[in-house]
């Protein structure tokens, strides 16, 4: 059974990237960069596009229940998130929606089946095709807080911006979701944006982090 969308090719491969995408999983298509192999480049500072990774939203007053039937643990309030313990990221935008953003542990493969498996009915839950509306950029390094300094007027620092914590703001002028996902490993921020203003916020990413000799990087120093 396909997904109830066939997931484009990202913005950011169809416009062009020097860096050729592979297929992973059941057929995703990431970045593969083999010219930076270790992890320096990733904690250096870095930013990796995951748009092709699976997410999926709901809205409802039983969005909750539902996501809690299939084993999500789930934020307590609204702009916060949660990993899961496969790699997974519940978002909780509001009282009664939620984003839940795939792992690559299984290439979104979970998310995958959590779309497939929802049908209307008449409980409360309506589904919310992300991957249809939002592109997915991971801005990871030392330096993720200065960057977005130069970007968002929310302040960032990390002392501030907690690990689980949303900013639904603005970055450089488009409207954006930025989740705090660090681990002990790695400081790094999850962007969201409209997939129409993808290209344009990877190009000013690419600018933004050229002054800490930050770089393009392919999922394989995420695995």
């Known amino acids: 059974m396909q997904s109830l969308y066939q997931a484009e090719r990202s913005p950011i491969e169809i416009g062009g990237s020097q860096v050729a995408y592979q297929s992973f999983g059941l057929g995703k298509r990431f970045l593969q960069d083999q010219s930076f192999s270790d992890e320096k480049t990733i904690a250096q500072c870095s930013i990796v596009d995951l748009t092709n990774l699976s997410r999926l939203g709901f809205r409802g007053q039983d969005a909750a229940a539902y996501l809690s039937s299939y084993g999500f643990q789930l ?6 998130a949660i990993q899961q313990e496969d790699g997974c990221w519940v978002l909780r935008l509001s009282l009664t929606e939620y984003c839940v953003l795939g792992s690559l542990q299984d290439f979104g493969e979970r998310v995958s089946q959590l779309e497939q498996g929802w049908q209307m009915d008449e409980c409360a839950n309506y589904l919310l095709p992300r991957q ?6 991971q801005l990871s390094g030392a330096p993720v807080a200065e960057v977005m300094a130069k970007l968002c007027a929310v302040d960032m620092r990390l002392d501030v911006f907690q690990v689980g914590q949303i900013a ?5 002028r488009i409207n954006a979701i930025v989740v705090n996902v660090s681990d002990p490993n790695t400081h790094k921020f ?3 944006c409209d997939r129409a203003a993808a290209l344009y916020l990877w190009g000013v990413l690419q600018d933004a982090i050229e002054e800490f000799d ?6 394989n120093m995420l695995l």
């Open 190 to 192: 999850n962007i969201l």
């Open 168 to 172: 639904q703001t603005s970055v450089a």
């Open 132 to 137: 249809d509306s939002h592109a997915w950029i």
């Open 75 to 80: 934020p307590q309030q609204p702009n916060q």
């Open 214 to 219: 930050g770089k393009i990087s392919g999922i």
